[in-house]
Nanobody
Framework: VQLQASGGGLVQPGGSLELSCAAS????????MGWYRQVPGKERELVAS???????NYGTFVKGRFTISRDNAKNTAWLSLNSLNPEDTAVHYC???????????WGQGTQVTVSS
């Protein structure tokens, strides 16, 4: 599986960003798609994942601020990040897997920086 991630960047607190991830490869390996994020010195944590059937999981810190979606025909997922705060600053990694916790394949990291 190959993953092409895009989006991210610099945004002010309270702002929004959108990440996208396009996957190519075995459909069996793209059962679930989503993102993890990582801050230097901390473990990677799940942001959101979505299965082919539409089952969604969010990290506890999301609290209704983010929305994940996907187009199965295009093997593409999107993550809409809203009401961002400086604590959301992290490198975000697109990932796919057989289950909601992803981890079978990883895309290149995308930096999201929230700062005034």
């Amino acid at each position: 599986v190959q993953l092409q991630a895009s989006g991210g960047g610099l945004v002010q607190p309270g702002g929004s960003l959108e990440l996208s991830c396009a996957a190519s490869g075995s459909p069996f390996s793209i059962a679930a798609m989503g993102w993890y994020r990582q801050v230097p010195g901390k473990e990677r944590e799940l942001v959101a994942s979505i299965t082919r059937s539409g089952v969604i999981n969010y990290g506890t810190f999301v609290k209704g601020r983010f929305t994940i979606s996907r187009d199965n025909a295009k093997n593409t997922a999107w993550l809409s990040l809203n009401s961002l705060n400086p604590e959301d600053t992290a490198v975000h990694y697109c990932s796919t897997g057989l289950l909601w916790n992803l981890g079978s394949a990883w895309g290149q990291g995308t930096q999201v920086t929230v700062s005034s």
